[in-house]
């Protein structure tokens, strides 16, 4: 349990580093979805997602991800949020699929390559100013200090708050073509 609970701790971490939503950029989701000055904002969850490596062993290593909850957004207008993607992009390559490339490649003398860039979606912004805002519900356990008053997490500020979305979270429709512009344009300038 206590590997369980740092697993979920270091990430957490690592996303308030690289400040993947904005704390400090919370709203009321009702005042959200009613704010006549937004002409159109998307909102969806974070959740995450636990792994457990070598569990037969008595090395278990586990591995905690944050998500975003792609197939659950709403927008303030009733549009579908399919209409508002710039766009749409599929999940990341599996392993499995790898190697089945790999092993054609060999068979038919192709020269390739596979690169994995940790936690690539993370290193593109899904924020902007041509961009339609993209708003979070995080779990309840992951709230800051800020959002209590005094710090004390039985007096919350907020019924339902929202943050910020600032880069491209596993599991939001976008953001594998969102890296994908972003480790182009590194490549055109590297090369």
């Known amino acids: 349990m206590k590997k369980a609970l740092k697993a979920i701790a270091k990430e957490l971490a690592g996303h308030q580093k690289r400040e993947t939503w904005s704390e400090t950029e919370v709203r009321e989701y009702k005042n959200l979805m009613n704010d006549p000055s937004l002409p159109e904002v998307l909102h969806g969850r974070v959740v995450g997602i636990m792994g457990e490596k070598n569990a037969e062993g008595t090395d278990a290593e586990y591995k905690f991800r944050t998500v975003f909850q792609g197939n659950n957004v709403r927008t303030n207008t009733g549009t579908s949020p399919i209409d508002l ?6 999940s990341p390559v599996s392993f499995v699929a790898i190697r089945a490339v790999l092993a ?6 192709l020269q390739v390559g596979v690169c994995d860039a940790l936690q690539a979606y993370l ?30 997490t039985t007096k919350p500020k907020f019924v339902r708050p929202v943050c910020l979305l600032k880069k491209a979270l ?17 490549l055109e300038r590297q090369g």
Request: no cysteine; hydrophobic share 35%.
């Open 85 to 90: 993607y710039q766009e749409v992009s599929s």
């Open 104 to 109: 054609i490649s060999i068979l038919l003398k």
């Open 123 to 152: 290193q593109a912004s899904i924020s902007g100013p041509y961009r339609i805002p993209t708003y979070v519900e995080l779990p309840r356990d992951w709230w800051p200090p800020s959002w209590f008053v005094g710090g004390d």
């Open 170 to 186: 596993y599991g939001h429709p976008e953001a594998g073509a969102l890296w994908g512009k972003l480790f182009s344009s590194v």
